[in-house]
C-alpha cells in the first residue's frame, strides 16, 4: 500500500488535493487534531516532538521540527502564493490599478489599525510597546482556508479581494518582521542570496522550467536568506515575484496558453495544500491551558 503508485494514481492524488476545498479540509483537521493531541494527556509526547531538533548546524539549519514548518514548509506556501498574486495583478481583475488599490488599501488599514490599537491599549504598560507589529499579521493560511471552503459561494470579484486582502496584508507584516525585527543580519549571506536569486529570474525569464536546475537554486536561496537571519519565507515570496506570467512572443505571446506561474502553481499546489500547510499547522503551538489536565 505504500509503496510507489503509477503514475497515473499519483496525477489523479495530485488533482484532488489542488482543489481549494480539500486543502482547507485537511489544514483545519490538522489544526483540531493538533490542538487536541497538545490539550490531552500526551501533551509532553506532542511538545517533545515538536521541539525536535533536526538538520545541519553547519549550514545553520540545526532547526526544530516546528522551525523546519514554519520557516521551510510555510516558504513553499508563501511561493504559491505569491505566483497566484502575481498572476492576479499582471493578468487577472487586479491588472487594473484602481481595482488594485482598493484590497491593497484595506490591506494596509489591516497593518496599521490593529498596530494603532495596540499601542494605545498598551502605551502605559512597560516594555509591551515592542510587541506593536504581533496584531499586525494574519493568519494568511487560516483566511485562505476558510476562503477555499466557502469560496464557491462567494462572488468571483469578492474571491479576488479577499485572496488579494489576506496576502498582500501578510507580506507587508513579513517586511515589518523582517525591517524592525530580525535580532542579527549577516550581510554575506544575504547578498548571496540576492545574488542566486538573480541567476533564478534570469533563467525563469528565459522560460526555463528544468527543475533540477530551479530546484537546487530556490533552496539555496531559501537557506542563505534564512541564514541572514531575515525570515526564511520572504525567500518563498522573492522567488514567485521573479517568475513570469505571461508566456514570451516567442512561443507565441499571452494567447498561446498559460505562462509559467501558472505552470508552477500547478505544479506546487498540491505540496503546498497537502503537505506544508497542516504540517506548519500540526506544529504550531496550540497548549490552551497552563496545564493539560489537572494532576492528581
Known amino acids: 500500500m505504500l509503496g510507489r503508485g503509477s503514475w497515473g494514481e499519483a496525477r489523479r492524488i495530485a488533482d484532488i488535493v489542488r482543489k481549494e476545498t480539500v486543502g482547507g ?18 501533551a509532553s509526547a506532542y511538545e517533545a516532538l515538536r521541539d525536535l531538533r533536526v538538520g545541519p548546524e553547519a549550514l545553520h539549519l540545526n532547526l526544530s ?30 491588472r487594473d490599478a484602481r481595482r488594485a488599490a482598493v484590497p491593497i488599501a484595506a490591506a494596509l488599514g489591516g497593518v496599521i489599525v490593529p498596530a494603532a490599537l495596540y499601542l494605545l491599549i498598551t502605551w502605559n504598560v512597560a516594555g509591551a510597546g515592542k510587541g506593536w507589529a504581533i496584531p499586525t499579521a494574519t493568519d494568511i493560511a487560516f483566511a485562505l482556508a476558510v476562503l477555499a471552503v466557502i469560496g464557491r459561494f462567494l462572488p468571483t470579484a469578492l474571491r ?6 489576506a496576502v498582500v496584508d501578510d507580506l507587508v507584516a513579513i517586511v515589518i518582521i523582517a525591517l524592525f525585527y530580525t535580532d542579527h543580519l549577516a550581510p554575506l ?27 537546487p537554486l530556490a533552496v539555496a536561496v531559501w537557506a542563505l536568506v534564512h541564514a541572514s537571519g531575515v525570515h526564511a519565507t520572504v525567500a518563498g515570496v522573492l522567488l514567485a515575484f521573479t517568475v513570469p506570467v505571461v508566456r514570451s512572443e516567442r ?15 500547478h505544479r506546487f499546489r498540491p505540496i503546498s495544500a497537502g503537505v506544508a500547510v497542516p504540517e506548519a499547522m500540526s506544529t504550531s503551538r496550540w497548549r490552551c ?3 493539560p489536565w489537572p494532576r492528581r
Open 65 to 94: 521540527l516546528a522551525g523546519w514548518a514554519g520557516d521551510g514548509l510555510l516558504a513553499i506556501f508563501f511561493f504559491v502564493a505569491g505566483l497566484e498574486l502575481k498572476r492576479e495583478f499582471v493578468a487577472g481583475d487586479l
Open 251 to 265: 512561443v507565441g505571446g499571452p494567447d498561446a496558453g498559460p505562462g509559467l506561474a501558472e505552470h508552477f502553481e
Open 160 to 165: 479576488t479581494f479577499l485572496l488579494a486582502l
Open 25 to 42: 479540509a485537511l489544514l483545519l483537521a490538522a489544526a483540531v487534531a493538533a490542538m487536541i493531541w497538545a490539550n490531552s494527556p500526551w
Open 289 to 291: 491551558w497552563p496545564a
Open 189 to 215: 549571506p544575504l547578498a548571496a542570496a540576492l545574488a542566486l536569486l538573480a541567476v533564478f529570474a534570469a533563467l525563469v525569464q528565459r522560460r526555463v522550467r528544468a527543475w533540477w536546475l530551479l530546484l
